[in-house]
């Protein structure tokens, strides 16, 4: 008897198992032709959206002290110097340390120059010594001759007295021209040596300034040994290829910066933002600041500058805009160089409806989505609004706590589009590029295109052009503009 109860229990708990696992199967298989298992679902969320330009930057300090080479190179005529060796960057340095070494070889052709120059010219300052020192010695002789004669001519002339008159006139006449002999050769010695000391006084010149020359020079030899102006962390500066000084690098007169002390209690990150964002951005508005080194840590930080002008960055298609923003907490593990990633707040609706952007579509022109009723699902009509990197303000058509597909379902092309009952647009026509673009560039880039650097969002328009004044604040354009959207 105990068996045979025994064979039934078995028997009857056997039938509940394949019951059990046959009605598992078959929930399975239906909720897996339902729309919803088939795609993902969003909730229309209702609170504070915000518009945010994304980017890329990087640290450094807002003051600094430069490590420059000798401030006398160019005065020295040295133009081109090399780096020989330089202290590892993040080096704590004390005043007076060294911190680099130039190579001197690249100054002996030019020491050596100068010194030939100043050789020279003590050759030829001696020169004009001894030129000078014989042609007034001949000077003074002929004018000691000159003046013998002009003493026998007047002995002549007395002698004559008692003579003829015509010789006594060639007496006089001999007289006379041996005295303006000698007058003149006076006047010719004086002019000797004025030219002597005019022309030593020309070469002593051109002597002292070879002189100068050399002492420069060897100056600028001696200052080879770069130290620290002040107390700091040494930090690498950048040539204009982005690349950092190191050993080799050239420095010159124009770029003289080896290296720099930053004063790391005041940091700012310094990006750049691509000529369609820019618009965007202007001074006072807040970022949120995070380190790739260390993203559990989030900043915050204030625009303080915008650049007016575009340039052209390497490895980059498009003219970017040089924003800097300031770091309002002072944080000893912060350190130039450091990557950030930037977020700047341009724009925020306190109380607003937001879907994701992947559950926006269109038809003509009419933006719609897949709303979820239950087991079923509408084709329902939306306008919508202000946009960030990963979702849309709805502005009509949903109400908050409805839910939305984000893929259209496979019967996407039965189901009947509900319009929305006497739909007045709540924003003007048109506005920037699609949530169609955005969603493609977020899908094709894969990480590589920075968000915020996309497409243009609609109404997050600041107002005006960016600016560098700190007086410059923003002007929100209407939050409610409607924006054309993806097809089906």
Known sequence: MTRFLRSRWFALSLVVVVLLAGTSTYLRAREARTPEAATSVAKVKRGEFKVFVTTAGELRARKFVQITVPT?????????????????????????????ELDRSTLAPKLQEVTLALQKAQLQLEQAQLDSTLSLSQAREDMRTMELSLEEKRIAQEQASFEAPSVKRQAAIDMEKA???????????????????????????????????????????????????????????????????????????????VATLPDLSQMESVTYVNEIDVRKVSVNQKVKLALDADPSKVLSGTVVEVANVGEQRP?????????????????????????????????SIPNALFIPIEAVH????????????????????????????????????????????????????????????????????????????????????AGKTQPGAAAKSPAVTPGGPAAKSPAATPTPAPVNTAVPVKKS
């Open 72 to 100: 006398n190179a160019q005065q020295a005529e040295v133009y081109n110097m090399k780096i020989q060796s330089l202290v590892p960057e993040g080096t704590v340095v004390k005043a007076g340390d060294i911190v680099a």
């Open 179 to 257: 005295t303006r002999a000698l007058a003149k050769a006076k006047v010719d010695y004086k002019t000797k040596t004025d030219q002597a000391i005019s022309k030593q006084r020309e070469i002593g010149t051109d002597m002292a300034k070879q002189q100068n020359r050399v002492n420069s020079v060897q100056g600028v030899m001696g200052e080879f040994s770069i130290k620290a102006p002040s107390p700091g962390m040494v930090i690498y500066v950048k040539e204009w290829n982005g690349r950092k000084k190191t050993a080799g690098s050239q420095v010159t007169p124009w770029e003289p910066a």
């Open 315 to 347: 490895n980059a298609d498009a003219k970017v805009f040089e924003v800097k923003v300031a770091v309002d907490q002072s944080d000893t593990t912060l350190r130039p160089g450091m990557t950030t990633s930037n977020a700047v707040e341009t724009y």
């Open 362 to 445: 269109s038809d003509s022109s009419i933006a719609y989505v897949f709303k979820k009723n239950g087991s079923t699902v509408t084709k329902q009509q939306i306008e919508t609004g202000a946009m960030n990197d990963n979702e849309v303000v709805v502005l009509q058509g949903l109400s908050a706590d409805d839910r939305v597909l984000l893929t259209a379902p496979a019967d996407h092309d039965k189901l009947t589009l509900n319009k929305i009952a006497n739909f007045t647009p709540l924003a003007p026509a048109g506005g920037d590029k699609s949530v169609e673009t955005k969603v493609k560039v977020k899908a094709d880039s």
